[in-house]
């Protein structure tokens, strides 16, 4: 689940992701503020939670953009997971008494964190919420599994492409001009490529009028374009509430 907003502490991002698939009461919603609380400012290239460090706790970005690694013995990095506001960070990662990967903050952010066991006694208190986190993990669940057959499957080009494209929806942005906050190297680190492969890619996607890529600015020009170049099909972000007691 992610948001654009840049809240200030005191303002949920995860009631109005929530209220979007069920109502929620007030209790509901006083137990999903708990886990906006203290919130905390992590400069970029903060690290969160260490990899290998004991984790008892999980993370709530309220602004900014983070992401968990994973650094193999020959030093180099796979980025796992980019996370944005209003998701919170080591869900999948929850049920391990020591953290699998490293959470840093990719930008200036600021971010709550909390116990894991105050989501448990969340699921004690309501089942409503309970099916709800368990739809945020089962989309980040799919996110992982979109981004494993992008770096198998896919060629350059259209790993790239589909990036691009799932940012910009995950960001529910309208406008096409954004920004990405990630550098050549850490996005190739993202798909599997070199950093100068990446930029050898993006001068071919503008020269195919797909976009314009300067600076850390994405103009996409054409994104329908980019759709059909990758394959893109944006069901995998889309969780269902059908089983569920919503």
């Given at each position: 689940?992610?948001?654009?907003?840049?809240?200030?502490?005191?303002?949920?991002?995860?009631?109005?992701?929530?209220?979007?698939?069920?109502?929620?009461?007030?209790?509901?919603?006083?137990?999903?503020?708990?886990l906006?609380?203290?919130?905390?400012?992590?400069?970029?290239n903060?690290?969160?939670?260490?990899e290998?460090?004991?984790?008892?706790?999980?993370?709530?970005?309220?602004?900014?953009?983070?992401?968990?690694?994973?650094?193999?013995?020959?030093?180099?990095?796979?980025?796992?997971?980019?996370?944005?506001?209003?998701q919170?960070?080591?869900?999948?990662?929850?049920?391990?008494?020591?953290?699998?990967?490293?959470?840093?903050?990719?930008?200036?952010?600021?971010?709550?964190?909390?116990?894991?066991?105050?989501?448990?006694?969340?699921?004690?208190?309501?089942?409503k919420?309970?099916?709800?986190?368990?739809?945020?993990?089962?989309?980040?669940?799919?996110?992982?599994i979109?981004r494993?057959?992008?770096?198998?499957?896919?060629?350059?080009?259209?790993?790239?492409?589909?990036?691009?494209?799932?940012?910009?929806?995950?960001?529910?942005?309208?406008?096409?001009?954004?920004e990405l906050?990630?550098?050549?190297?850490?996005?190739?680190?993202?798909l599997?490529?070199?950093?100068?492969?990446?930029?050898?890619?993006?001068k071919?996607?503008?020269?195919?009028?797909?976009?314009?890529?300067?600076?850390?600015n994405?103009?996409i020009?054409?994104?329908?374009?980019?759709?059909?170049?990758?394959?893109?099909?944006?069901?995998?972000?889309?969780?269902?509430?059908?089983?569920?007691?919503?």
């Amino acid at each position: 689940m992610d948001s654009t907003v840049k809240a200030p502490d005191n303002r949920s991002l995860l009631i109005p992701q929530f209220e979007n698939i069920s109502t929620l009461s007030d209790r509901e919603m006083t137990l999903l503020q708990a886990l906006e609380q203290d919130a905390r400012h992590y400069p970029v290239n903060a690290t969160l939670t260490a990899e290998g460090e004991f984790s008892d706790r999980l993370f709530m970005l309220k602004s900014g953009w983070a992401c968990a690694t994973r650094i193999l013995a020959d030093g180099q990095r796979q980025v796992l997971d980019i996370f944005l506001p209003g998701q919170i960070l080591g869900l999948r990662e929850m049920g391990m008494r020591h953290s699998l990967t490293e959470f840093y903050a990719m930008t200036d952010a600021l971010a709550c964190p909390f116990p894991k066991q105050r989501l448990t006694e969340i699921f004690e208190q309501s089942p409503k919420l309970t099916d709800l986190f368990f739809l945020a993990m089962a989309r980040e669940q799919s996110m992982l599994i979109e981004r494993v057959t992008n770096i198998g499957r896919r060629n350059a080009l259209e790993r790239l492409a589909h990036f691009i494209v799932e940012i910009k929806v995950r960001l529910t942005l309208r406008n096409m001009p954004f920004e990405l906050p990630i550098n050549q190297s850490m996005l190739g680190d993202t798909l599997g490529l070199s950093s100068v492969h990446i930029s050898r890619t993006f001068k071919q996607l503008k020269t195919l009028g797909l976009l314009d890529h300067q600076n850390g600015n994405l103009h996409i020009l054409d994104l329908e374009g980019l759709i059909e170049l990758s394959g893109f099909d944006r069901a995998y972000l889309d969780t269902s509430p059908e089983w569920t007691r919503l």
